[in-house]
């Protein structure tokens, strides 16, 4: 039972890290490190390892203590439904677009949600990989009532890469 104290999570809280069970760690290493750039910062023997943006501890882990070899989780179940790495810029975001339609990496779908832009693919497990930019917080749509009001529209990929252009 949860205490009704009106309790809140304090404002500068975050997620610091994801940890994924996977197959492969070497294939999800290519994935990650390879194809993404994140960067690996340590293994925990052979069947796990560790990786960050910006040299912190880890952002990802990713191991097989329980999953070696195994397959993708079934879509239908409980389960995460995707991982959200948050670029910086616009730009940014633009920049791994660039990279994945190099690569010929699939995406399964692209949105703009108001409040973001974002492409969504799947990593070599089928865990979903959601990239995306927020807008800065004065230009989310907002509600008469003030509340923030999210939407899922097309995303203009060739916009998008226009940012690198400019």
């Known amino acids: 039972m949860v205490p009704d104290d009106h309790y809140k999570i304090p404002p500068g809280a975050s997620i610091g890290h994801v940890h994924l069970k996977v197959a492969d760690v070497e294939r999800s290493l290519e994935f990650y490190c390879g194809l993404l750039g994140f960067e690996l910062t340590t293994t925990y023997g052979p069947d796990a ?5 910006g040299g912190y501890h880890h952002h990802i882990g990713l191991n097989m203590w329980f999953s070696k070899n195994g ?5 239908n179940t409980t389960g995460l439904f995707h991982t959200a790495i948050l670029y910086p810029t616009r730009k940014d975001l633009a920049s791994i677009l660039y990279r994945l339609r190099n690569a010929e990496y699939p995406l399964t779908g ?3 949600h108001g409040v973001s832009e974002a492409l969504y693919l ?4 089928g865990n979903g990989v959601e990239l995306y930019w927020d807008r800065p917080s004065e230009k989310w749509p907002r509600n008469p009532d003030g509340s923030i009001k999210m939407y899922t529209r097309p995303l203009d ?4 890469l226009d940012e690198l252009n400019g």
């Open 49 to 53: 390892a560790f990786i960050s943006a």
């Open 122 to 125: 799947d990593d070599p497990d």
């Open 110 to 112: 692209t949105a703009d």
């Open 157 to 160: 990929l060739n916009d998008l």
């Open 71 to 75: 397959p993708p989780a079934p879509g």
